[in-house]
């Protein structure tokens, strides 16, 4: 029986970025991970290391303290990267966030490399169907869509009663266009819809899995 990781250790793989996997500790602790085969460090600079499947089985297996909803996701300054889903009171914007998000969707997209079984990175993973809204969500932005802000203009990702798709509204025609393209060019199946109580059109997106 593989022995478990020690509390140092236990703490770095609690740390990691919940969407990247990226994992900060001393260089001690990071090789120790490595030779579990918890870890893996990039073969490109900086070289960071980032949680392998079993790092992440490990860190999801842990009870998490009760988080706020999708549709609220923490500040980008709290220390945990969030997707901008629409409608956040104060989001956060400029190069710092720009960076941020562009390190989140490569780190997404290594998952995907890592995890799905023939290696393929243009299709979501098991991450990403597990946290429906935060994935959509990321992958709009991360394309420069524009979230929606206390203003309303702007795209908005929200979870349905559907388990395995979530709906994306925006302001016009236009908006929705674009959020459907760049959706499907991120592995996920979109099909156009109307609300039959307001005749607003929204996306119907999920993950493709083929």
């Given at each position: 029986m593989t022995r478990p990781p020690t509390a140092a250790q236990r703490r770095v793989i609690d740390a990691a970025d919940p969407v990247t996997g990226r994992l900060k500790g001393t260089q001690a602790q990071l090789a120790a991970l490595v030779g579990r085969g918890l870890a893996f460090r990039h073969p490109r600079p900086p070289h960071d290391c980032f949680l392998t499947p079993a790092g992440h089985r490990i860190r999801e297996a842990a009870p998490e303290p009760p988080r706020a909803a999708d549709a609220a996701p923490e500040a980008a300054?709290?220390?945990v990267f969030a997707a901008r889903v629409g409608g956040e009171e104060e989001p956060a914007v400029g190069p710092a966030r720009a960076r941020e998000v562009h390190s989140a969707w490569q780190g997404l997209l290594e998952l995907r490399r890592m995890t799905n079984p023939d290696g393929a990175a243009d299709r979501p993973c098991g991450w990403e169907r597990a946290h429906l809204?935060?994935?959509?969500?990321?992958?709009?932005e991360a394309a420069g869509h524009r979230p929606a802000g206390p203003d309303g203009d702007g795209y908005r990702v929200r979870a349905t009663p559907q388990p395995d798709a979530v709906a994306v509204s925006g302001p016009d025609a236009g908006t929705l266009r674009a959020c459907a393209a760049t959706l499907e060019g991120a592995g996920w199946q979109v099909g156009d819809h109307t609300d039959s109580r307001t005749r607003d059109r929204y996306l119907l997106a999920s993950p493709r899995r083929v």
């Open positions: 300054g709290g220390g809204v935060r994935a959509a969500a990321l992958a709009l």
